[in-house]
């Protein structure tokens, strides 16, 4: 530092915040209160479209939007911490997976306050996927079994491996958990 350019601490904070090098983002109840550059770049927006915005516009449906509200919130509560990966949608429409890191700032009320960071873990081409392909590719990362996901969509298992197949063969592979493996760069 030097005496022509005093700065404070808040100043150099500030300057780490948006030079950080992953996306950054504070929310209040779900909108945006505060993002850096790297946030905005990610999702194809500049840091003015994203303040004030509720984080609905990064997912395909309401429905969407509103069922991936209490996953981790238990965590959340318990840890002030939590860590998942998850499809989000860009500016442009296509989808980006995404590492999600959420810290909550209250911890009896989560959603209250939360800094998350986001890291895109497939350098490939945009993802462009229907509606189902997001939900029954969001629940497969969670683990679950074709039964089990037919189960949480109301959805026969028949259908959910055809949802399965057309995933394999869009994406070259052998088998469903190899998606997973593509998509986020684990084998």
Same mark, same amino acid.
Request: charge should be positive.
């Given at each position: 530092?030097?005496?022509?350019?005093?700065?404070?601490?808040?100043?150099?904070?500030?300057?780490?915040?948006?030079?950080?090098?992953?996306?950054?983002?504070?929310?209040?109840? #779900?909108?945006?209160?505060?993002?850096?550059?790297?946030?905005? #770049?990610?999702?194809?927006?500049?840091?003015?479209?994203?303040?004030?915005?509720?984080?609905?516009?990064?997912?395909?449906?309401?429905?969407?939007?509103?069922?991936?509200?209490?996953?981790?919130?238990?965590?959340? #509560?318990?840890?002030?911490?939590?860590?998942?990966?998850?499809?989000?949608?860009?500016?442009?429409?296509?989808?980006?997976?995404?590492?999600?890191?959420?810290?909550?700032?209250?911890?009896?009320?989560?959603?209250?306050?939360?800094?998350?960071?986001?890291?895109?873990?497939?350098?490939?081409?945009?993802?462009?996927?229907?509606?189902?392909?997001?939900?029954?590719?969001?629940?497969?990362? #969670?683990?679950?079994?074709?039964?089990?996901?037919?189960?949480?969509?109301?959805?026969?298992?028949?259908?959910v491996d055809d949802v399965r197949g057309r995933l394999i063969k869009r994406f070259g592979v052998r088998r469903a958990a190899d998606i997973l493996g593509l998509l986020g760069g684990r084998s």
């Open positions: 530092m030097t005496p022509e350019s005093p700065q404070t601490a808040q100043d150099f904070a500030l300057m780490a915040f948006h030079g950080a090098p992953i996306a950054l983002v504070m929310t209040e109840r #779900r909108v945006i209160r505060s993002c850096n550059l790297t946030f905005a #770049r990610l999702l194809g927006y500049r840091i003015d479209d994203l303040i004030g915005q509720s984080f609905r516009i990064f997912y395909g449906s309401d429905e969407e939007f509103e069922g991936i509200r209490d996953i981790g919130l238990t965590t959340l #509560r318990e840890t002030g911490q939590y860590t998942d990966e998850r499809l989000v949608r860009h500016r442009a429409g296509h989808s980006l997976w995404c590492r999600f890191r959420a810290s909550t700032l209250v911890p009896d009320a989560p959603l209250d306050r939360i800094v998350m960071s986001f890291a895109r873990i497939h350098e490939g081409g945009p993802v462009s996927l229907s509606k189902r392909e997001r939900q029954v590719l969001e629940l497969m990362n #969670r683990r679950l079994t074709s039964k089990e996901i037919a189960a949480c969509l109301g959805l026969s298992a028949r259908t």
